[in-house]
């Protein structure tokens, strides 16, 4: 069983000790490192040492709040996943963590039952969305279509909008390169095309791409 690394960014001690307690006793979880802000955090992934493979968020923190290091940790570190884990259960929160790149989104009142599942989902599917974020995603796509989408002149040709449905229905590159008849570095190449011209950080980025553009369906995504 590989072993997930995580940092924990709280500014929080007591609360940040308790989430380690309970992730420590998981035997595919390892706690590589603490963070009392976002500051902090971002020194930390500079310095060269063990990256995480997910790190676990929240907001409200000095320095340099959650939402803004969300931003340069998903622009700077593609590959590093975040967990939003807050206190804040507003839509706003939600959908602008969301767009961020956040991976997922939960609120501190979560049982460590949810806590468990959701990085073990993210870690398996890069994101993770429970109902209640769903509902947000939902509405946020009807404000979307009432205003237009931000990227409503942007055209995929149809090789990449086959392309971006089946990523974001957890088909791995092999699957795709299998169903579409086409070698796998295409599908690498067309990927990294897709995050550039979609301006997306991480398969979260693109399936709220894909759902805004009506390319696949929540549907498509819980099945």
């Known amino acids: 069983m590989a072993t997930l690394k995580l940092i924990l960014a709280d500014d929080e001690p007591l609360f940040r000790s308790g989430i380690s307690f309970i992730l420590q006793r998981e035997a595919d979880i390892d706690i590589i490192f603490e963070a009392s802000d976002g500051s902090e955090l971002l020194e930390y992934l500079k310095s060269g040492k063990e990256h995480p493979d997910i790190i676990i968020m929240d907001l409200k923190m000095p320095l340099l709040n ?25 839509k706003l929160f939600i ?4 767009h961020t790149g956040a991976a997922s989104y939960l609120v501190k009142n979560t049982t460590p039952k949810n806590l468990l599942t959701t990085i073990r989902e993210v870690a398996a599917k890069g994101y993770y969305y429970d109902e209640h974020t769903m509902e947000v995603i939902k509405e946020d796509l009807k404000a979307v279509k009432a205003t237009r989408s931000n990227f409503h002149n942007l055209e995929l040709t149809a090789r990449e909008k086959d392309i971006i449905k089946l990523i974001c229905m957890q088909y791995s590159t092999k699957e795709i390169a ?3 008849f086409i070698n796998h570095r295409t599908v690498e190449g067309h990927r990294n095309n897709l995050m550039l011209k979609t301006q997306s950080r991480n398969k979260a980025g693109l399936v709220v791409f894909a759902l805004q553009n009506e390319i696949l369906t929540l549907q498509d995504i819980i099945s």
């Open 95 to 98: 959908a602008n963590m969301i």
């Open 178 to 180: 299998d169903k579409l």
């Open 66 to 90: 959650g939402v803004d290091c969300t931003k340069i940790v998903t622009e700077g570190y593609p590959d590093i996943k975040v967990i939003a884990l807050t206190s804040y259960n507003t």
